[in-house]
């Protein structure tokens, strides 16, 4: 005999939750009704006496649950089209099942979910999701209601993506399909969500395609990490392994959010999801599509979160928040009168508390805009606006300047430049003064991870030293599909040995 299908503790919470609402609207509709039209109230009654019990129809629910019913389906046919599932070929360790046994690396398969952001076909997903990835694919969605199986096998459209970028530190990523004429969806940029607010989560949850859940907006500002910037929505929308990637809609189907990661103790969800906000995903996106990489801005000043001992030892006038330790002497901020000892109270429309929110107000600021800055000088508070200026490191600076035709390394993946004198200035003390330096993998190419990362510095090809790119072309077109490679590496002031085989 089958078990008896559970209902968990959440799910019974999410369907009271609705009866509730819904009888709310419903004894308000009655309540209207009764006070309007009594008497027509009791003669329909008496009407229905009169009739006998023979014609007594069961009870319909009442409209606002049918009205919230087609809402709710409405919704999930409008923003389902948009989201897509992504098909992921890499390698990877093998469990460990004994930790006596040797590590093996496998070929694997991993699923998770993106979002259509423009007709043309591109698509964000989570950086994690396509890590590691040798091929993306992009499954299209299946028209909603209808059994797979009943759906023919050349109606499933899967299409090869390519990486255009990604940023680990927001863990987004940006592929492109060599499609038009996609349903989209769009960003809740201008406007922040709300506590409360109704959510849908929709993915592909353990493979399964075009899963919708429903939930509401826990809390706002999330920082599990409270060493990095970037925080997160808080949702109990149901989200599982593979829905990451995917979109956190609202119920007008704008996107408030990409579904990341959960906390969770047995590995499933249990009402802890967490999603990247959309004003930084739309950030992100738009970066990485005009440079394939990010680049954010600086104001040419550092700070430091205030300790009461720091309060104390610098007479400060209060004993939180963020305090200036840095000016740069020829920085927009030094221009602008930001002294060391100012206390940040505001960054734009932003109240500064602690180091993350300052950083974050000013990862999601605008290059063509002003800092607003509101600060405590002794016991004087001041307004400065600071021009803002682009944060650059070497690598996204050589990554501006590379011509794709004259720096790819088509079989092994990656752009790379010589190592010139000016370059070899720039980058400090190295340990071997020639080679070629990797600046970037080809986002045009669908190639297996070979290890290399951007600004590694390959000294040597097998046996075969390496001193230039020609050097470098002249090494690789000797070796056929299937030989060993091994490159002698410089990376961050130590050597290593990358080692794969070519396909």
């Known amino acids: 005999m089958a078990n008896p299908v559970q209902i968990s503790g959440k799910a019974k919470a999410q369907c009271l939750f609705i009866l509730i609402f819904a009888n709310f609207l419903a004894a308000g509709e009655f309540t209207q009704a009764q006070t309007s039209s009594k008497p027509a109230a009791q003669e329909t009654a008496q009407k229905n006496l009169s009739r006998g019990n023979n014609e007594a129809k069961p009870n319909e629910p009442p409209s606002v649950l049918v009205q919230l019913n087609g809402a709710l389906q409405s919704l999930a046919a409008k ?33 998770g979910s993106g979002v259509i952001v423009d007709s043309d076909g591109y698509i964000i997903t989570n950086a994690h999701v396509v890590e590691g ?77 075009n899963s919708v859940t429903m939930g509401v907006v826990s809390a706002l500002a999330r920082q ?11 949702t109990d929308a149901p989200i599982n392994p593979g829905n990451s990637g995917g979109p956190l809609v609202d119920m007008n189907g704008y996107v408030v959010g990409i579904n990341t990661f959960i906390l969770s103790q047995g590995g499933g969800s249990e009402g802890l999801g967490f999603a990247i ?10 970066s990485l599509r005009k440079y394939g990489h990010v680049h954010r801005v600086e104001i040419g000043a550092a700070a430091q979160e205030i300790t009461t001992t720091l309060a104390d030892g610098l007479h400060l006038p209060q004993r939180w928040g963020v305090v200036v330790d840095d000016v740069k002497p020829d920085g927009p901020a030094a221009a602008a009168g930001l002294q060391i000892q100012d206390i940040i109270l505001m960054a734009d429309d932003r109240r500064i508390e602690t180091l993350p929110s300052l950083s974050s107000a000013l990862y999601l600021h605008r290059l063509d805009e002003v800092v607003t800055l509101q600060i405590l000088r002794g016991n004087e508070k001041k307004t400065l606006y600071v021009p803002a200026i682009e944060q650059h490191d070497h690598m996204d600076e050589l990554l501006d300047t590379v011509n794709p035709d ?5 079989r092994l993946g990656i752009l790379a430049i010589d190592l010139t004198p000016e370059l070899r200035s720039r980058l400090g003390s190295l340990r071997i003064p020639s080679g070629v330096v990797v600046v970037g993998r080809a986002a045009d190419l669908i190639m297996p991870d070979t290890g290399l990362l ?21 090494a690789v077109g000797t070796l056929k599909t299937g030989d060993p490679v091994v490159l002698q590496v410089e990376r961050d002031g130590g050597l290593l040995y990358v080692s794969f085989e070519l396909e």
């Open 79 to 111: 923003v389902s089209p948009a989201v897509v599932q992504i098909l992921v070929t890499g390698y990877g360790p093998l469990k460990e099942e004994n930790r006596s046994q040797a590590a093996f690396i496998v070929r694997q398969h991993a699923v």
């Open 133 to 209: 990835a040798q091929r993306i694919r992009v499954a299209l969605p299946l028209p909603m209601g209808e059994p797979v199986r009943e759906i023919p096998i050349a109606k499933r459209r899967v299409l090869e993506a390519r990486l255009i970028g990604q940023h680990t530190e927001t863990d987004l990523a940006l592929l492109k399909i060599d499609e038009t004429d996609l349903p989209t969806l769009p960003f809740l940029s201008q406007q922040r969500p709300h506590v409360g607010q109704l959510v849908f989560a929709i993915g592909s949850p353990e493979g399964l395609q």
């Open 224 to 234: 599990p990490d409270p060493s990095k910037a970037l925080t997160y929505l808080q």
């Open 277 to 286: 906000p959309a004003r930084v995903v739309d950030f992100v996106y738009r």
């Open 406 to 410: 004259k720096s790819l390394i088509a």
């Open 454 to 474: 951007a600004s590694d510095i390959i000294h040597q090809l097998n046996t075969t030293s390496i001193d230039s790119m020609d050097g470098l072309r002249a």
